[in-house]
């Protein structure tokens, strides 16, 4: 009797883990994550939180080892933006793999070693947030801590005129932006109110409006999805700043852009005013608010 009992929790357990198995298959594109060495799709796709796994490879996962992030482009790059004379506009407060936050404290270890995987720029509450370049909507969430509301945005070659698919994740809006899952949006258009969703707690009593950008690339269109984020196929992490670089041949990705001489690391950044033109009006990449003309 007791081993029928056994064996029937036995068939429950398989039961009750199968929905998590079936769910490790929803992801676009298919052929895994080959490319970036023995990445394994139960840990990316398969978990609500893909975070809890100790052993974690993904290089979005922020317990996954700083071997790991460093690699796939979570370094210091040395650059920085140059704002236009003739406009004002929100700075970065806080660089892309910088150790600490804009007031100078020292990030939390057990996010990314304490790097900061995105750059953040302070914004009082209900700025305007706007799409840095045409692409489409390709996630949506609102998450706890550190994450809030938030979307990815993919940009295709053609978007950018960059040789690699560019995912750009936009944090701690106000409210979640009312746009749909594979809708498509133009460079400049209005996405949603910043805000400081997911920044109360820990250092912050009461939040940090601000916007949290990380840019990622890859070769492919591929990416996994799951209920928290997304994970592009053989992705870089890179520094936002690398977008505005205009190198030819293009640099796409964090290493290639700190191997860069010092003459080169002042990047001019290309931007929208609130009137809606594009400075210089050639750009394809904007800065993600719009700037003041002085
Ligand atoms: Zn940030």
């Known amino acids: 009797m007791s081993r ?4 029937i929790l036995l068939l429950a357990a398989i039961c009750l883990a199968a929905p998590e198995g079936a769910e490790a298959k929803n992801h676009r594109g298919g052929g895994g994550m080959g490319g970036g060495g023995n990445m394994k799709k139960d840990v990316m796709g398969g ?7 100790a052993a974690s ?11 790991i992030h460093e690699r796939t482009g979570l370094i210091e790059t040395g650059l920085k933006p140059v704002y236009p004379d003739t406009a004002v506009c929100l700075e970065v407060k806080s660089p892309f793999a910088s150790p600490t936050r804009f007031d100078g404290s020292e990030r939390v270890q057990w996010a990314y070693h304490g790097y900061h995987n995105g750059f953040d720029i302070s914004a009082p509450i209900g700025t305007p947030l706007i799409a840095i370049a045409d ?8 998450g706890g801590q550190l994450v809030g509301h938030q979307i990815f945005i993919r940009h295709a070659p053609e978007d950018t005129g960059l040789p690699v698919w560019v995912y750009s994740k936009y944090k701690h809006f106000n409210k979640l932006p ?3 899952v594979g809708q498509r949006v133009k460079m400049g258009q209005f996405l949603g109110p910043s805000g400081d969703s997911g920044t109360a707690g820990g ?3 009461t939040g940090y409006p601000h916007l949290h950008l990380s840019v990622y690339t890859s070769t492919s269109a591929e990416y996994e999805s799951a209920e928290n984020t997304i994970t592009p196929k053989d992705v870089q992490q890179v520094d936002p700043v690398v977008l ?3 190198k030819n041949p293009p640099v796409t990705n964090s290493h290639a852009a700190r191997d860069l001489p010092d003459a080169d690391k002042n990047v001019v950044i290309a931007y929208k005013t609130a009137a809606g033109k594009a400075v210089p009006d050639s750009a394809r990449i904007i800065w993600p608010v719009a700037c003041t003309p002085k």
């Not at 029928?4 to 064996?7: E, V």
């Not at 692409?135 to 609102?142: A, C, D, K, L």
Request: glycine share 8%; charged share 25%; proline share 8%.
């Open 57 to 67: 490879v993904n290089p979005m996962d922020p317990s996954a080892s700083r071997a």
């Open 4 to 7: 029928w009992r056994s064996f």
């Open 135 to 142: 692409g489409e909507v390709i996630h949506r969430y609102t």
């Open 178 to 180: 009312d746009l749909g």
């Open 203 to 205: 250092h912050f009593p």
């Open 47 to 53: 978990k609500k939180k893909g975070n809890a796994d």
């Open 244 to 246: 505005f670089l205009n």
